[in-house]
DNA sequence: AGGAAACCTTACGTGAACCTTAAATCGGAG
DNA sequence: CTCCGATTTAAGGTTCACGTAAGGTTTCCT
């Protein structure tokens, strides 16, 4: 994950107190590339020199309007632009985002919400595009990572195959819960499956052979007699 | 630019009358794939099976607060997550936001403001990936440069095609993890791709070809079968 | 206790999933 | 148009994850 707080910030506001306010805010926050301009002219000289990563605009300004800004500044970028401004009307608002905002506060504001406001959209323009996330958790000594699909003992590390990173997950989810058969089947198999119930047992053994500490006398993946079976993990939620 | 009209939407509300309202603000919008969930063990339960491009949550939920939901959530999936509530205290927002979500809203609300805020952040989280950086990083003596797309091996360099450059991107971007064959075939060809699997093999091969030591017995990227393949990347975080 | 039902354990054969190589095809530059 | 590298198709080879089976053990009820 990149770090947000390198990011270069352009405030646009006509007010150099506010400027000094927005800035000493952010700096405390861990932001240290902040650039200021006071007018529509100015804004738009800083943007093409500085290119900066995120803007955060105010509305009225000397020589035209936060809004025109934004549209100008995005015929040649799609920089993102927080609007902060204390016209806080309905139609404002609804006029900045329609033109494209990420994001819209009014004044007066929270500095820390500004903060985490800007942090939102940079972490979503700045993440790479992950694929879903599997779980991965401590049970006893071993590490089961569903995301490598590994099990991990004080170094030596047992990868897992697809049915029982299916079945895992799924347990998981329902941790310190019954899942019946059926769930873990259909978990596995999906809906359609007709196969021989022992199929089920054999792959719980195999999981348990790489989870338990003696897969006879299981302490996590315990057979619940005439439900199904129930991973038991304690402390998260 | 993909169309954001299509992206499954979660509302999460436990007053049905107030889901419908949404429901039938964001259809006349244009967006048409819409679910519910009336409660957080719902909620969850849908999330797992429908998988929302994006999340509108209420804080307010007869078996927990929103606010456990979204960390919930966030284990597992950095999904969108706005929140839609009548809790509009300070503290609640700054919670809200440090937790992770992309936007807070607080009822009353403008359904056409909803909309907009909704359409920003998928805009963002679908737009074409910002940075033009690539990573450069290192598999055992070799060094993979995506920048110049050329991986050295003490002298002698080799150069990457397009495809492998795009394999690789994606199998960096989620190293140490799973990535389905799938989602390897979305990075490369896009969504819509219909030749052989075998191809995605072919490529997989000349990329070992230029990154391991013996293609044949892969140290770094390893097939995890029936499920994908994995870049097992040691050190930078 | 006896017996049956539910579950465990181990081993093995098989075929889907994956590998490998080469040849065919595509597509851009000259 | 021709060439050449990049990419895809094709076909035969390999392997290992999975399902099946069969005998064993535990649990529970009469």
Same mark, same amino acid.
């Given at each position: 994950?990149?770090?947000? !707080?390198?990011?270069?910030?352009? =405030? ?9 306010? +927005?800035? #000493?805010?952010? @700096?405390?926050?861990?932001?240290? #590339? ?11 000289? =800083? ?6 990563d995120l803007? +955060?605009?105010? =509305? ?13 500044? #995005? ?5 993102? =632009? ?5 016209r806080?009307?309905?139609?404002? #608002?609804? *006029? ?20 985490? &406001? ?7 323009? $700045? ?5 879903? &996330? ?5 049970l ?10 590994i099990v ?5 590390? *047992? ?6 990173h /299916?079945?895992?997950?799924?347990? $998981?989810?329902?941790?310190? &819960? ?9 978990? /596995? ?6 196969? $021989?119930?022992?199929t089920?047992?054999?792959? +719980?053994? &195999?999981?348990?052979? !790489? ?5 006879? !006398?299981?302490?996590? *993946?315990?057979?619940? @007699?005439?439900l199904? $079976? ?8």
């Amino acid at each position: 994950m990149e770090n947000v !707080k390198h990011k270069k910030l352009l =405030v646009v506001d006509d007010e150099p107190e506010i400027r000094q306010m +927005i800035d #000493r805010f952010l @700096r405390n926050e861990g932001f240290s #590339r902040i650039f200021h301009a006071a007018s529509f002219a100015e804004a738009l000289e =800083v943007f093409h020199t500085v290119k900066p990563d995120l803007a +955060i605009l105010d =509305v009225m300004l000397p020589d035209g309007d936060g809004f025109s800004l934004l549209s100008s500044i #995005r015929q040649t970028s799609n920089i993102p =632009v927080l609007f902060l401004t204390a016209r806080g009307e309905d139609e404002d #608002r609804l *006029l900045g985002l329609g033109l494209g905002a990420d994001d819209y506060m009014v004044k007066p504001f929270l500095p820390r919400e500004l903060v985490l &406001r800007i942090t939102a959209i940079l972490r979503r323009v $700045y993440a790479p595009p992950q694929q879903e &996330r599997y779980p991965v958790f401590q049970l006893g000594s071993r590490l089961v990572d569903l995301e490598s699909g590994i099990v991990s003992n004080n170094g030596d590390e *047992l990868p897992l195959t697809a049915k029982e990173h /299916a079945l895992l997950l799924k347990l $998981y989810e329902n941790r310190n &819960r019954i899942v019946t058969s059926d769930a873990l089947c259909q978990a /596995a198999w999906g809906d359609d499956y007709f196969g $021989y119930e022992n199929t089920l047992m054999v792959h +719980i053994r &195999r999981i348990r052979e !790489k989870i338990e500490v003696n897969p006879s !006398k299981p302490e996590f *993946l315990l057979t619940v @007699r005439g439900l199904g $079976y129930k991973l038991m993990v304690r402390g998260d939620e």
